[in-house]
């Protein structure tokens, strides 16, 4: 019997050509929208705005001291692909905006991209969220507590005091009855030192994390990313439970997946692309939530 060997270089290029096509058909997430407005004192302002279906909640992202926009890329994906309409911000004095790192204007600039969004009907009625980094999670703390659309905010890095800059009484008064997701390193001690007096002191609805580290603001999303935005994901979609997850009757038909031997689903059987199950998904129930933490099949860090 004869044995007909390719040689390793041609494997590759075969390999290449099956997958070069499969690659080129997946379609990019769509561009965003550059804007370039005035604020009320006739700076210009630059952020770039994703858009998303009519009744999509909004999310304004907020970067860290003499940062940028751009600092949010590796999120900005998994946020347009949960379904989010998404406002990426330069501050003024940052970026591509105008002006001065004046933080009082900048908050006051935050509640006028809130009313952009509502004038321009760039969000639906499902409202918006801060998330900010650093100082950014300051800002977006405060910004939150002052806007009656938003319904919670996510902070990376907070500090008691940033450049003035004090958002523990919004957690306290403004955001009462709202929800707030504070996250820090633990060797970021300043930050770290915060939340937990922040976490203490709040009255709404208010969660905390602490890894391990000492990664900063937007700095936790190059560190540790895949936990992270996990975390992200999964409290906004908490706060934002009437936002269609895109769920198809296939996918949660449960006739679908193998079942274990106590019956509940196995998550062997369930792609790579749904995980992990949180419990506002169709198939939560129907598996076993081990450490009863809402959420099954994480995927691991490795």
């Known amino acids: 019997m004869s044995v007909f060997r390719v040689p390793n270089l041609i494997v590759c290029h075969l390999l290449i050509v099956l997958i070069l096509p499969a690659t080129l058909a997946q379609e990019p997430p769509p561009a965003p929208e550059t804007i370039t407005r005035a604020a009320a004192d006739d700076t210009a302002l630059v952020a770039d705005f994703y858009p998303a279906s009519e009744d999509a909640p909004a999310l304004i992202l907020l970067h860290m001291l003499n940062s940028r926009r751009g600092a949010w890329n590796p999120l900005i994906p998994d946020l347009q692909a949960a379904g989010y309409a998404i406002l990426n911000v330069d501050m003024r004095g940052h970026g591509d905006s105008d002006g001065e790192q004046d933080w009082d204007a900048i908050i006051a600039d935050m509640a006028d991209w809130t009313d952009w969004l509502a004038d321009n009907e760039r969000s639906g009625d499902a409202g918006l969220a801060f998330i900010g980094g650093s100082i950014g999670a300051n800002v977006a703390l405060i910004s939150c507590a002052e806007s009656d659309a938003c319904r919670g905010a996510v902070a990376l890095s907070p500090g008691l005091d940033y450049r003035g800059v004090k958002p523990e009484p919004a957690l306290v008064d403004g955001l009462a009855e709202r929800m707030a997701l504070l996250v820090a390193a633990q060797a970021d001690s300043s930050s770290s030192t915060a939340i937990r007096q922040m976490f203490l002191s709040a009255k709404g609805d208010v969660s905390a994390r602490i890894y391990t580290g000492r990664a900063h603001g937007t700095g936790l999303l190059d560190s540790r990313y895949d936990s992270v935005s996990r975390l992200i994901l999964g409290w906004l979609a908490e706060l934002f439970p009437e ?23 196995l998550c062997s059987s369930i792609p790579k692309e749904m995980k992990p199950i949180n419990e506002d998904h169709c198939l939560y129930e129907e598996m076993y939530d081990r450490d009863s933490d809402g959420s099954v099949c994480e995927v691991s860090r490795g």
């Open 243 to 265: 936002l269609s997850t895109g769920q198809t009757d296939d996918e949660c038909n449960p006739d679908n997946y193998k079942r274990g031997s106590r019956g509940y689903i």
